[in-house]
């Protein structure tokens, strides 16, 4: 008895959907952490979590959400490396 792979297009969106609003959530903590503090690290989560959310929300308008897409991909790897620069740059101005 061979099923194979479940596919359901609406769960498939629903989760895309959910993770996008859960996304954009936390860039308003941060959001609200960063106008406290003005702490580039939580400015940088903003950025991250926002990119993230928006991301999210735009592979929900391709023709097939589940195959990756470059740009989308390209978008997240700049997101990560903009956190990734603020922890350094944190890191090296306590030295």
Do not use: C, E, Y
Not at 28 to 36: A, E, P, T, V, Y
Not at 64 to 82: D, E, W
């Amino acid at each position: 008895m061979n099923l194979g792979p479940i596919t359901h297009p609406a769960l498939d969106f629903f989760l895309l959907g959910f993770i996008a609003a859960s996304s954009l959530v936390a860039g308003l903590f941060f959001l609200k952490f960063w106008k406290s503090t003005r702490d580039s690290l939580f400015l940088a989560f903003l950025i991250f979590f926002v990119t993230q959310g928006f991301t999210n929300a735009a592979i929900l308008g391709l023709p097939h959400p589940n195959q990756g897409n470059v740009a989308v991909f390209a978008i997240r790897l700049l997101s990560v490396l903009v956190v990734l620069a603020a922890i350094l740059a944190k890191n090296i101005a306590k030295d």
